[in-house]
């Protein structure tokens, strides 16, 4: 049996406000990104390439050869010059803006973005307020989210060595139970998603999630998470170990009650081991979309998320699935069981879908 990790993420943030990167391909980049629960854990969805990049410096800067104060191309080509880390050219294109538009919410945005990405989480936090006091649903519409994730990072920074008792929003992780309440209004919910989807990268954003899955009883989408938060690394490992382990417990416990039948994979670490070996195959789907994309941009610079994987898919480059992983018998992973205190719970409905470039804020035309 294979287990169900391809939950459909049912809202879209289709208002313009919600996202905190904004340039003229950003509508129609929300529309066409869609990605299920696995894809989202993995990473595994439309992100643009250095190729792509390139191709918007270029464009921007032939618009500002006729027009220097198009306001538009100073701010496409300021995120561009942002997603290839060119930062001292990206800042000076930004500045531009301030100087004949002062105040703005996205350039305030941006530059957010581009000192959270150069690291300097205080910074990015600073110029998020601002944003924030202009547009106060902006920014992915996560508002407190993005900051507290900022001062997550900012206390990491600050002190590298040390292991956080807290995730980032707040809540300790030694109070974590298999039986932990989720996020219960599906605004949190989706706020979540779009964290994850605007920086992939976070860990613990990975292990938040994986706690809204095990909340929701999707443990198989819990587990995937939690694997996913440890292989990039997150800081406090035996909080994501400690759960991994009591739902391991829960599965072998579930099977024996079922006739005396065991898992497949006889300890946690041998299903972890099999779980990454997955997640990196996963990232190929990317890499795949990143070569083809500069191929296709290099002929058509209008080339979008669309076309680009149709042509995957002509290819033969499609997304990868999970396989069982040997978890015979653990099904699907979703446990029904309801404890006393939990029977009035409701579950929100699944997430988000945003475009890839959801961290940084381009400019309506």
Request: proline share 4%; glycine share 8%; net charge neutral.
């Amino acid at each position: 049996m294979r287990p169900r990790l391809a939950v459909a993420l049912s809202a879209i943030l289709a208002s313009a406000a919600t996202a905190c990167i904004w340039d003229s391909d950003t509508i129609r980049d929300e529309m066409q990104t869609r990605a299920d629960d696995f894809d989202l854990i993995v990473g595994q969805f439309p992100h643009h390439g250095a190729g792509y990049h390139e191709s918007r410096v270029a464009v921007s800067r032939a618009a500002l050869e006729k027009d220097p104060k198009d306001i538009a191309a100073l701010n496409d080509l300021g995120v561009a010059l942002l997603k290839l880390g060119r930062w001292d050219e990206s800042e000076a294109a930004f500045a531009s803006i301030e100087a004949l538009q002062p105040g703005k919410y996205e350039t305030f945005s941006n530059l957010g973005v581009m000192y959270k990405k150069k690291g300097d989480f205080a910074k990015a936090a600073e110029y998020t307020k601002k944003a924030l006091a202009i547009r106060p649903s902006g920014h992915l519409g996560l508002g407190d989210y993005y900051l507290k994730m900022l001062d997550w990072r900012s206390a990491r920074a600050a002190d590298p060595k040390a292991i956080p008792g807290k995730d980032f929003l707040g809540r300790e992780y030694s109070q974590w139970s298999m039986w932990s309440r989720p996020l219960q209004t599906a605004e949190d919910r989706e706020r979540l998603c779009a964290l994850v989807r605007s920086d992939r990268l976070f860990p613990d954003a990975l292990l938040v999630l994986g706690d809204q899955y095990c909340g929701e009883r999707n443990l198989n989408l819990a587990m995937w998470a939690w694997v996913r938060a440890l292989d990039l690394g997150h800081p406090n490992p035996n909080a994501i170990e400690t759960r991994m382990a009591e739902v391991f417990r829960h599965w072998k416990e579930a099977l024996q009650h079922r006739g005396g039948r065991t898992l497949e994979v006889k300890s946690v670490d041998a299903y972890r081991s099999l779980v990454s070996a997955a997640l990196k195959k996963a990232t190929g789907w990317q890499e795949s979309f990143e070569t083809i994309e500069g191929e296709l941009v290099a002929k058509n610079p209008g080339v979008d998320f669309a076309t680009v994987e149709a042509e995957m898919v002509k290819r033969g480059q499609n997304r990868y699935r999970p396989e069982n992983l040997g978890l015979d018998g653990a099904g699907s992973g979703k446990d029904d069981r309801k404890q006393p205190d939990e029977a009035g719970a409701k579950s929100p409905p699944v997430g988000d879908a945003l475009s890839d470039e959801v961290d940084t804020v381009r400019e309506k035309k």
